[in-house]
């Protein structure tokens, strides 16, 4: 019985970071094409640099959710405690990761709005 839950357990953990490997190179794959666009165009709107890297940001950041998940799945089965150990360590690397690549983001965000309120009016003529 307990083999059998290690086996489910390790298919799990196998087919979340199947998961997280699609989302990834999704994202990467997509990031990829929009720069070759934003590049052969060459007038690009303001901004759309900052809008490539930021959607680019969130697929990285749900990959990364989904390969902390296939973590904890796997400490499920970790038969000793310097597994469990390793397991913690990459959890905590992850975790932290994570938390920069949201504080980056944020950071694009908030210059991005900025940028947007920030932006002159043009001046309309009127004819009287």
Do not use: H
């Not at 089965?77 to 504080?103: C, M, V």
């Amino acid at each position: 019985m307990i083999d059998l839950f290690k086996r489910f357990a390790e298919a799990i953990a196998l087919g979340v970071e199947c998961a997280a490997t699609v989302i990834i190179s999704y994202g990467a794959i997509e990031a990829l094409l929009e720069s070759f666009k934003v590049s052969l165009l060459r007038r690009s709107p303001p901004g759309q640099r900052k809008e490539i890297i930021t959607r680019f940001g969130v697929w990285l950041l749900l990959g990364l959710e989904f390969e902390l998940a296939a973590d904890i799945v796997r400490s499920a089965i970790a038969p000793s405690w310097n597994d469990i150990g390793q397991l913690a360590a990459i959890g905590i690397i992850r975790t932290f990761l994570n938390y920069f690549l949201e504080k980056d983001m944020e950071k694009y965000e908030i210059s991005s709005s900025q940028a947007e309120t920030e932006k002159p009016k043009s001046a309309s003529i009127q004819i009287a």
